[in-house]
């Protein structure tokens, strides 16, 4: 008996404690991981601009997992929220939560990853492209308009397809630059080998594009550990603050392209807050990422 | 005429006893969170909801009856998650090929089994201990999966495969048709013919098997199979929920089924277990996922609250069994 008494009160209390967390309106984000500075970054810009406009927000993340991320867009449904904000886990596949989403009447908004085969209202995402043309044209300048260059890549992810696309495009204008090498490290120990790899095979390498931090950061590594530091400079893409550290204390590191999370995120809100007060809201919002080189 | 009602009024109520004593435990710890998502939000409670659950915990309630059967040998299947992957990419390939639904689907339960097939010769026949070849397989399948898209999803069009995981039959989502039918198909194999009863008397004593003429390794190489099959239609609900097979699909799936099974009450010792056990053992896992979902707990608080849940469940069943003697 006292125990059922006891349950009852510690229901009722957590009840009331946490009953305010229920609410169903405003925005649910299901975002890729936050595991990565760029998503946390990211999710931070989110729930200060909700608050700023006072539109509740709840943030489910999807650790990398397809599948979790279905389920947290069905619980945000079944919750009734008004607009579902998503960072796809991957492009095609995230088409079974925004079938569902559509289904029952719920308005997507994708950031950073766009959705292949599925009409969203908007998406949000950097414009990739044209950050590879700038990683590029840095690169030109830095080489002084000749020299031997090689990439590190993955090829499975469209963004950083289109970040090589745009690099390449830009080197087309130097004749004098040739691409040696382009290879695929995704994590930070695989660009490693990669990189040492290319190192070893075009030992007149001049400069390294990395698709991202992770590579970036693996290649200045190799360079050093190769001993040419003198030879070698290294450009990346992201731009979080390990990297810009290094761009600063490292002089292997060029410079690195330099997404915007926290703009992506508060345009995100912005956008998903537009939605429900029922504006028109533009399809494809691109955020151009800036040049970071050492101050 | 009354003689017989009573009798059998009162071996129902016999059953009913000797299923609360074993399920006590652990059908209190589901009770109780279901009572307090349900205090907690309105929308915890509906069938809306409840379907929503049922759906999203398909695909590990099925590897679990698959694992239930392997942790009753007293053997363990880490490989699973990696074959959820391979079968989902098999199905895709097949129906790219243009196989159409029903090879496709003969094609997928196949490979499933081949790879169960491949941990029980390997491990009954070498002698090899089921932990280190699985996770030896669990590589090895997580590679092949990469192998025919470089490590790219594959998309799913075929409007048939692709029914299994969002239409619906009588009124209830087909996925959980499939689940209530394998799980009935498992409880009865377990529970009601002599194969289930071998399975018992393998992992409870396996020399006294081997003396009363059970044919263990044969015994375990069918089971490793069927585990295999089991992680192959978790697959195909798996890819067919997302449209398309993931290389990353069903990673770390192989832990959920375990403390699915190891919630519903089955030993790792051996010899000891129930499907029902392991179903509600699922639901356990899928009903804390969802109910935290719906009271927006932060992600990384989901994660200390759900293992901390299958500790206290797990030891609410244990000391439960414990007063019993």
Redesign the interface.
Known sequence: MTFKKALSAL?TT??CG??G??H?DGIGASLLT?QHPFYIELADAMKAQAEARGVPL????A?????KQ???V??FI???VDVIVISPV?S??V??AI?KADAAGIKVVTVDVPAA?AKVTSHIGTDNYTGGVKAGELMAEVLGGKGKVAIIDY??VQSVVARVEGFRKALEAHPEIEIVAQQTGITRAEALAVAQNMLQANPDISGIFGFGDDAALAAAVAVKSAGLQDQVKVIGFDGMEEARNAVDTNPVMAGVIQQFPDQMGKTAVDTAAMVIEGQDVPAEQPIVPGVYVRK | MTQTTDTTLSAGREQLRAALHQYGGILVSLILLC??FT?????FM?V??LT?IL??VA?VAIAAFGMTWVILLGEIDLSIGSIIAVAGMAGAQALAFGWGFAPALLFTLLAGAAMGLVNGVLTARLMLPSFIVTVATMGIYRGLVSLPT????A?ISDPAWTAI??DSWLGLPIIIWIVVALFLFNHVLLSRTTFGRRAYLTGGNREAALYSGIKVDRLKIAIFTLSGVMAAVSGIL?SS????A?T??G?SYELDAIAAAVLGGTSLAGGVGTMVGTLIGALIIGVM??GM????V???YQLIVKGLVILIAVWLDVRAKQKRG
């Open positions: 229901l957590v009840a946490l009953g967390a229920a169903a936050q709840e943030i489910s993340i650790n990398q997992d397809l599948n279905l389920a947290d069905e619980d079944v919750k009734g991957d095609q596949g088409m079974a079938a085969d090829p499975t | 009572v307090i205090v907690l939000n309105e929308r509906t809306a909801n929503n759906q999203q695909v470089n490590g790219a999803p998309m995981g969002s798996l929920r997302l449209y398309s993931q990353n699909a990673m996922n969802n979902n719906m009271l927006s932060p992600y990384f």
